[in-house]
């Protein structure tokens, strides 16, 4: 494998670590890191690791079916949970903490699979860029003794991607997509109506071509958007914000506006 010295070296570390925990369940949202961990797992497990994906509204269909494909892609069998994280009033009520909840439901739900089905241990993608202290998911992990085997080895967000383009994962240079959720700015509270409403106006910027996509969420009757795309993708969003803006309103949405300076997220990719 064509990587550096030190990156083959914290490889090692993680397969040394994915063989001492066995059979292992992995949590996966079809992200780099957790399809990348969960490739590594089947690939040094074999039968030995299964993954798991939480689907609730948070999950748009199209996030869902893509990490269902690629999964069967690299061998992996997934177990689909249906979780529900929008009968907790804590979660929707969109503190800054509200991924502390929906984890928590998650890895219950894992950690009760595990006891009936016979794994070992439960495992996760926090990388060792991912500061624990800003992952309010990190203290649910913790609680339920969720393995963080790509922290644990050292590496690094940017390793991962080297090591999952070595393995073709359809995910290596993907941009990232937290939650649905994650767009309803904390202190609105979160609801399957506005979920799914966002879902639905990104899949139109989706079909606009645009790959980094955010809609911001701004409550109200109707509720507005932001538009955030890739800072190189700003102007082409602007020729078409009026085509946008109209096809944004017929599904819902109120008053369209575009954010001039673009996606800010770390690296994008």
Request: charged share 20%; glycine share 8%.
């Amino acid at each position: 494998m064509d990587v550096p010295q030190e990156t083959f070296r914290k490889l090692q570390d993680l397969e040394r670590q994915l063989l001492s925990h066995r059979p292992l369940l992995v949590a996966y949202s079809g992200g780099v890191d957790s399809m990348f961990l969960l490739a590594s797992a089947v690939r040094v497990l074999g039968t030995g690791a299964s993954g798991v994906i939480a689907d609730s509204p948070s999950l748009p269909r199209q996030a869902l079916d893509q990490a269902l494909t690629a999964a069967a892609g690299f061998g992996a069998r997934i177990h689909i949970v249906e979780t529900d994280e929008f009968a907790d009033p804590r979660y929707l009520t969109n503190a800054p903490d509200r991924c502390y909840f929906c984890k928590s439901e998650l890895f219950a739900r894992m950690d009760q699979m595990a006891r009936e089905r016979g794994y070992a241990a439960l495992a996760y993608g926090e990388n060792a860029d991912d500061p624990p202290q800003l992952r309010p998911g990190s203290q649910a992990a913790s609680e339920f003794q969720v393995l963080a085997p790509l922290k644990q080895a050292g590496l690094s967000k940017a390793e991962i991607r080297l090591l999952a383009r070595q393995l073709n994962l359809p995910a290596a240079d993907s941009p990232a997509q937290p939650c649905l959720a994650s767009r309803i700015p904390h202190g609105t509270r979160v609801t399957k109506e506005a979920v799914h409403l966002i879902e639905c106006g990104e899949e139109i910027l989706r079909q606009h071509g645009f790959r980094v996509i955010r809609l911001r969420y701004l409550d109200g009757t109707p509720p507005s958007a932001r538009l955030q795309v890739a800072p190189d993708e700003v102007a082409c969003l602007e020729g078409l914000a009026a085509q946008i803006a109209d096809q944004l309103r017929e599904i819902g949405f109120g008053t369209v506006e575009i954010d001039p300076l673009g996606y800010q997220g770390a690296g994008l990719l």
